[in-house]
């Protein structure tokens, strides 16, 4: 392996131990009172910070870095008591929209310009279909029914996300509506065939045969990362 390539791998695995140290250090915060243990847990934090600022300085050594004690004071106020300051993955809803002429639903992101199919955090209160729904409404306009769980992957391991993150895509049929995009959150959106997706589409290589393959009437089966042995330091 060469060393551009062994590069971005040990970024990543370098994120993952310090999100994950973060993570065993907050839960442990928010489950203990006893003053010693809870010293430890910040110095884990300190730890994790480090581990940080080192990922920072390999993918852009002239920028800036974030100063080591903002990283451990926005961890610690995210420390809740008890079951509530369990750490756990976020959850991303993404949504795969086909309609009848094969063809997928995109959105472009008025931030970055990258095209995806529509995508929103996971709220409380509702449950991972109905935000589907109404994350692809609120992006695009278009009306849709869930039809399939495609798939439930880790972001952070498959390099989309820095932070623990859990995407479920969801293949769902368009029902009704226009296409109308969100006015802040979108610079455009559009049905795309298989062969027309813009340059500028992010991560097609993992999804877009699964997509087209729901879109076009096949049940693919659904797809979860495969268990590393050992689990944890593979």
Same mark, same amino acid.
């Given at each position: 392996?060469?060393?551009?390539?062994?590069?971005?791998?040990?970024?990543?695995? #370098?994120?993952? *131990?310090?999100? $994950?140290? $973060?993570?065993?250090?907050?839960?442990?915060?928010?489950?203990?009172?006893?003053?010693?243990?809870?010293?430890?847990?910040?110095?884990?934090?300190?730890?994790?910070?480090?581990?940080?600022?080192?990922?920072?300085?390999?993918?852009?050594?002239?920028?800036?870095?974030?100063?080591?004690?903002?990283?451990?004071?926005? *961890?610690?106020?995210?420390?809740?008591?008890?079951?509530?300051?369990?750490?756990?993955?976020?959850?991303?809803?993404?949504?795969?929209?086909?309609?009848? $002429?094969?063809?997928?639903? #995109?959105?472009?992101?008025?931030?970055?310009?990258?095209?995806?199919?529509?995508?929103?955090?996971?709220?409380?209160?509702?449950?991972?279909?109905?935000?589907?729904?109404?994350?692809?409404?609120?992006?695009?306009?278009?009306?849709?029914?869930?039809?399939?769980?495609?798939?439930?992957? /880790?972001?952070?391991?498959?390099?989309?996300?820095?932070?623990?993150?859990?995407?479920?895509?969801?293949?769902?049929?368009?029902?009704?509506?226009?296409?109308?995009?969100?006015?802040?959150?979108?610079? /455009?959106?559009?049905?795309?065939?298989?062969?027309?997706?813009? /340059?500028?589409?992010?991560?097609? /290589? *993992?999804?877009?045969?699964?997509?087209?393959?729901?879109?076009?009437?096949?049940?693919?089966?659904?797809?979860?990362?495969?268990?590393?042995?050992?689990?944890?330091?593979?």
């Amino acid at each position: 392996m060469s060393a551009d390539s062994a590069e971005p791998l040990l970024t990543r695995d #370098l994120v993952r *131990w310090s999100e $994950a140290l $973060a993570a065993i250090a907050r839960t442990g915060l928010g489950f203990t009172q006893n003053l010693y243990e809870r010293e430890r847990f910040e110095e884990v934090l300190h730890v994790a910070a480090d581990i940080k600022m080192a990922v920072d300085r390999l993918l852009d050594p002239t920028a800036t870095p974030v100063e080591h004690d903002q990283h451990v004071q926005e *961890w610690l106020r995210s420390v809740g008591n008890g079951v509530p300051g369990y750490v756990t993955p976020k959850v991303a809803i993404g949504v795969i929209v086909g309609n009848d $002429a094969g063809e997928v639903l #995109l959105v472009q992101r008025a931030d970055s310009g990258i095209w995806l199919f529509p995508t929103g955090w996971a709220d409380v209160g509702y449950s991972p279909a109905e935000v589907a729904v109404k994350e692809v409404h609120e992006e695009t306009g278009i009306e849709c029914e869930p039809v399939q769980l495609l798939s439930v992957v /880790d972001g952070q391991r498959r390099g989309f996300s820095r932070f623990g993150m859990y995407m479920l895509l969801f293949h769902c049929t368009a029902v009704g509506g226009s296409l109308q995009g969100h006015p802040l959150e979108t610079a /455009d959106v559009g049905w795309f065939a298989a062969d027309r997706l813009p /340059d500028a589409t992010a991560g097609a /290589d *993992w999804w877009a045969p699964m997509a087209f393959a729901a879109i076009t009437g096949e049940r693919p089966a659904t797809l979860f990362d495969d268990v590393r042995s050992p689990i944890w330091r593979s």
